[in-house]
């Protein structure tokens, strides 16, 4: 059994940086991943990192946000810099990924950019 808590969230201008945290009671898998979901779209993979530090990310991200993780604090993050009003969502960790699914997910983190 896993749990998943996110922090880190919260309101900012466009521009800025936040760093979520995923804190994991539990032992996490090899693949760890942030998911986001906006209002009134589907949820999308925002990136993923391997226990040896492979990362991948969506398109939409690349090059402003940076995926790690920290395996003796049990914990991933994600850099998220250069924010903009479209990275506005909902922004959950997954992990142990078993028969195609996500088996894990934290409870979310609100992330908001606006002016």
């Known amino acids: 059994q896993v749990q998943l808590v996110e922090s880190g969230g919260g309101l900012v201008q466009p521009g800025v940086s936040l760093r979520l945290s995923c804190f994991a009671f539990?032992?996490?898998?090899?693949?760890m991943v942030w998911y986001r979901h906006a209002p009134g779209k589907q949820r999308e993979l925002v990136a993923t990192v391997t226990v040896v530090g492979i990362t991948n990310y969506a398109e939409s991200v690349k090059g402003r946000f940076t995926i790690s993780r920290d395996s003796a604090k049990n914990t991933v993050y994600l850099q998220m810099n250069s924010l903009r009003p479209e990275d506005t969502a909902i922004y959950y960790c997954?992990?142990?990924?078993?028969?195609?699914?996500?088996?894990?997910w934290g409870q979310g983190t609100q992330v908001t950019v606006s002016s």
């Open positions: 997954a992990s142990n990924l078993i028969g195609g699914r996500w088996s894990y």
């Open positions: 539990g032992t996490i898998s090899y693949v």
